[in-house]
């Protein structure tokens, strides 16, 4: 899987944590605690952040 593909899907479970209030606003979202759950790099975090 492409690494943007890999992005999108990442952005996709993030709003979906946030909107279960995984973290609440102005919290920093910790990279490698969110690659490591959804089981991929910090590369496609780092992007689906962006």
């Known amino acids: 899987m492409r690494t943007a ?3 999108q ?3 996709e479970k993030l709003v979906a944590l946030l909107a279960a209030g ?3 606003m102005g919290d920093r979202i ?3 605690r ?3 759950r ?3 790099s910090r590369t496609p975090v780092r ?3 962006r």
Request: glycine residues 0%; hydrophobic residues 55%; proline residues 5%.
């Open 22 to 24: 995984e973290w609440a």
């Open 47 to 49: 992007e689906a952040i």
């Open 9 to 11: 899907i990442v952005k």
């Open 38 to 40: 959804l089981q991929v």
């Open 34 to 36: 969110v690659a490591k």
């Open 30 to 32: 910790p990279e490698a």
């Open 5 to 7: 593909d890999t992005a």
